[in-house]
């Protein structure tokens, strides 16, 4: 058993398993566990214009999100899964590539379907990262 899957079998919903697989991908650097959870018709968006879709574009998505740092560690403040819906409230705390430091709060929004995460949305501040000269987020 992988130490992603010791996570997934002691999480009881699909919002917990995505928060500790969020937490793995970032000490691992291996989005394969995150990404697993996305069914195949997916949707993924932040605050760019861009969706990505499937378990190709989720892949994409969180490797371009984790090749912006250094280092990054998501806390959850907190969650809940209802009705199809789960709702995270976290804050992101690491270091850029080049060395800023950076500190930053969201809500991310998934949408289950058959177990499996249907839509993911995320929302946070941008402030941080203009202050810190990067306007955004990669995700290119």
Do not use: C
């Not at 892949?59 to 740092?69: I, Q």
């Amino acid at each position: 058993m992988t130490q992603a899957d010791s996570a997934q079998t002691q999480a009881s919903t699909l919002t917990e398993q995505f928060m500790q697989a969020l937490q793995t991908i970032e000490q691992t650097g291996d989005v394969e566990p995150l990404v697993a959870l996305f069914a195949d018709g997916s949707s993924l968006k932040n605050l760019t214009t861009q969706t990505w879709t499937g378990q190709d574009g989720a892949r994409e998505f969180w490797t371009a999100y984790l090749s912006n740092f250094e280092r990054i560690r998501s806390e959850f403040n907190h969650h809940l899964e209802a009705s199809g819906t789960g709702l995270m409230e976290w804050e992101a705390t690491g270091q850029l590539k080049g060395g800023a430091d950076l500190a930053y709060r969201g809500v991310s929004i998934i949408e289950i379907d058959e177990g499996e995460v249907s839509a993911f949305r995320t929302y946070y501040d941008s402030a941080a990262f203009v202050n810190t000269g990067v306007a955004e987020v990669r995700t290119e």
